[in-house]
């Protein structure tokens, strides 16, 4: 019998509830309002009442209505289907939802009950298993999706008995399971898992020792990010920060994509819904939607679900991470969850942290975090989620809370810059500032040379000291001068820019700049490198510039060009032409 | 202490606690942002505790006696909508300033917002005139953009240019602490115009208590809403001046001793200010909201929490900059930026819009280079000097506010200025289009 209770008092989406029962913190409640109901969570218990954050308006709402606890946490519903889909933040289907405008309390199924999927098994009849074992797979969309042994399931179970190939629907028995004491359990296609809970269906967690290709250079050659690693992007506002992760959600080297738009522009989210079913996925044939979930809680929704849908989008990664998928999770943006839980904080009268957000922001965002990861499952496949946060710091002020608490927890940084932004230098990534903590890990540099060839590290670190050496330069000649520096102080900070110009800077609007394979990356990386260690002969600095400006053009033409078409050759070789121009013998 | 008067109507005549915003009194059956009117003043239920009742008095509570009559009318905030609302100009309750009733159906106003999978790509371009924002950061349907604007510049006069161009179907003024001069200069160049008829303002003026200006922008959203998503009708909507509306809402959060955050703000300010302006939307049937607002700066610092929070929500921002090679207002190309402009130029427009629009903005930076280094007493070269005589014409004949053709001509413009000043190498347009558009002199 679940536990009732009663609206003593109401501050905005903060409710007071009196209960005389057995309730948990973090359990869903439905307050009853005008034959809707409401969804809650339970966030403070003193004594009889308990504060509870409402997902939903409370316009109108009474003290005295009916409350009704569900003696569970905020859960979702996992199974196939969940690719293609857009859900909100509480994994409502928003495609089922009637009307223009969200109606206040309607909640839909998150799948399809009546859908038949082609089930194969791969468990037989006596095989032990627990928690997160493969039972079986069906097909959704490309992907060979796994029916598993629902994480809830605690200690060594037996299988009694597996449904046979065939045609099924979700909430059919696919599978019967004995556990220790005989006792059975029937399990369907269909499970479901508190969202603030990690899924541990693993048996290790190593430090990640692969790297996952974007296709976008700053990122690869310069920043790379390990598959199952972690990493943030702060700018400021028109840094170009949805266009980036536009393009990491079309182009990496991912599984499947699950973007949790978390407070930010309805008409960006659109833009997804309207672009993605039209594009190709490069790597399947299939349209990028087939590959991708949205977990959509836009800034307008109600705030509270704000917070759930990180959390949602990282239970849906999770799940596919199990069955032994490259997951990618984006989330934009991160400083709308914490400006959510400060909203909450505020008016739970908590003693507040650093501008106004909770004492324990930190340690929520590094949890958050650390939920990412490249594992080994029960079976030793492996499986992973790559997670990209971007951040929104007020001002472009990046010693702010949210940023800095990210800092710690997140091992790859990348910085987005408004110069770079207003000198249309895109993506705007800071080459100098950002940083790539996987850079440093043994495994990922013995990785990357044997992927990419022995030279690759030592190249990326070369370019890196280009970069910074000319713009160490370029202040020197600021201050004293163009004819006031010695003629090689040009050269070098010349070279910088051909770095930045040919390997940060890419046109994410070019149908073939915007993505760059390892292949291509490495052999233009060689030929900056290449570049960069040629002496060049100058009678005066007013030759390098023009000169300079003639090589970077001539590499942006190859940058433009197919790999390796005769179009790309011919620029090459053009390019090779304007190097003799100058070149020392 | 309480007696029936209608039915569900009850007055209350016992206040236990009066602040300069708030009244709070024991009462029963209240919903959650109910209206209530105290001794005659209209207030809103903020807070709920048992069996006390919190209500922010909109005007104030100044001379209220802790016996004052409080009646609850058992609904929140409504507008009353229908074809009567065009011509009209109200105030921040909804009600017509020049008296009278308004026939029509009543509305809560601050409603729920549209689902975002029922949402259409905005794609229609809006013509202004001026090529600082046709040419350079063009205006979608369904956009939301503010001026970013020193209280000094002119932006008021260039919100009813724009409105009055842009051939809405209507136009709803939400005058958010407006000067009765401004009001009534809005009110006369939309009379001047001849198109008092497809306007609609509420309007909280400085006159009014600053409290009552919350009610504004949500009134002429609902009445937005009213006309494109039943009538499917082209509605812009001006907000002007929402930093004004943001110190509104820091005032309530400072009486209400909630802790603000930066800038003395309220923590929820981005969740507040995106409320309203998501409400800019292109619906499938094709009415359209677009919102035009205004966020005055403090000497032009937009990382003060108010234009920081709105640059995130909107999509982009205008400028507004006196060019004083030209002693004209222009539309500053550099910070101004229109982020959905991509969906129509070159589309909807002439196919070398693009290119001409970065061409032209990059000639003009580089001329800003040259003024740095003429600045720093160094020599300029013959490019540079081209590019500060272009930079001045450029300015002069299209980036000035005062500017009015359509966008071809803007183009062709941008062709003559190019050609009197460079060689088509320096401005590095498309073979293509120099071999179609060029204009030799």
Known sequence: MSTIGKVTGIIANLVIVEADERVAQNEICFIKHEGTRLMAEVIKIMGRKVYVQVFESTRGLKVGSEVEFAGHMLEVTLGPGLLSKNFDGLQNDLDKMTGIFLKRGEYTEALENDKEYEFEPLAKKDDIVKAGDWLGQVKENWIDHKIMVPFTFEGEYKVKSVSGKGTYKINDTMAVLTDADGKEHKVTMVQKWPVKVPIKAYTEKPRPFKVLETGVRVFDTLNPIAEGGTGFIPGPFGSGKTVLQHALSKQAEADLVVIAACGERANEVVEIFTEFPELDDPRTGRKLMERTTIIANTSNMPVAAREASVYTAMTIAEYYRSMGLKVMLLADSTSRWAQALREMSNRMEELPGPDGFPMDLPAIISNFYSRAGFVYLNNGETGSITFIGTVSPAGGNLKEPVTESTKKAARCFYALSQQRADSKRYPAIDPIESYSKYLEYPEIVEYLNKNNGENWTTNVFFIKDALLRSKETYEQINILGDDGVPLDYHTTYWKGEVVDFVISQQDAFDKIDCRSSFDRQRYMLEKVVDVLKIEFKFDSFEEVNPYFKKVINQFKQMNYSEFESDEFKKNEKELENIIQERKVA | MEKDTKAFQRIYTKLFQLTKATVS?????????????????????????????????????????????????????????????????????????????????????????????????????????????????????????????????????????????????????????????????????????GALDRIVGFINTTENPPVERLLVPDMALSAAEYYAAEKNEK????????????????????????????????????????????????????????????????????????????????????????????????????????????????????????????????????????????????????????????????????????????????????????????????????????EKYWKEN
């Open chain 2, 25 to 193: 009194l024991q009462a029963t059956g209240i919903g959650n942002e109910e209206l209530a009117i105290v001794d005659g003043r209209l207030a809103q239920v903020v807070k709920i505790m048992e069996d006390i009742v919190t209500l922010q008095v909109f005007a104030g509570t100044e001379g209220i006696a802790n016996d004052a009559e409080v009646i609850f009318t058992g609904k929140a905030p409504t507008l009353k909508v229908g074809e009567g609302l065009a011509g009209r100009f109200f105030n921040a309750y909804g009600e017509p300033m020049d008296g009278g009733e308004i026939m029509g159906e009543e509305r809560e106003i601050g409603g729920p917002s549209v689902n975002p999978v029922r949402r259409m790509q905005p794609s229609e371009f809006i013509a202004t005139g001026i090529a600082g924002i046709d040419l350079n950061n063009a205006l979608v349907t369904g956009q939301k953009i503010p001026f970013f604007a020193d209280p000094d510049q002119p932006y008021n006069q260039v919100m009813a240019m724009v409105a009055l161009r842009a051939q809405a179907d209507k136009i709803i003024l939400g005058g958010v602490g407006l000067t009765n001069d401004d009001y009534l200069y809005f009110k006369r160049v939309f009379d001047d115009a």
């Open chain 2, 235 to 434: 509605v812009l909507v001006l907000l002007t001046d929402l930093t004004l509306y943001a110190d509104a809402l820091s005032i309530v959060s400072n009486r209400m001793d909630q802790i603000p955050s930066k800038d003395s703000m309220p923590g929820s300010l981005y969740s507040d200010l995106a409320r309203l302006y998501e409400k800019a939307v292109q619906f499938p049937d094709g009415g359209s909201i677009t919102i035009i607002a205004v966020t005055t700066l403090s000497s032009g610092d937009i990382t003060h929490a108010i234009p920081d929070n709105t640059g995130y929500i909107t999509e982009g921002q205008l400028f507004l900059r006196k060019d004083s090679d030209i002693g004209k207002v222009i539309v500053d190309p550099f910070r101004s930026l229109s982020r959905l402009k991509q969906l129509v130029i070159g589309k909807k427009t002439r196919e070398d819009h693009p290119q001409v629009m970065n061409a032209a903005v990059r000639l003009y930076a580089d001329a800003a280079n040259a003024k740095t280094k003429l600045e720093n007493g160094f020599d300029l070269t013959d490019y540079d000097e081209r590019t500060l005589d272009f930079a001045k014409a450029y300015s002069e004949k299209l980036l000035a506010i005062d500017v009015n053709v359509e966008v071809d001509v803007m183009l062709e413009t941008a062709y003559e200025l190019f050609a009197k000043h460079f060689t088509p190498v320096e401005v590095g347009l498309k073979k293509e289009f120099v």
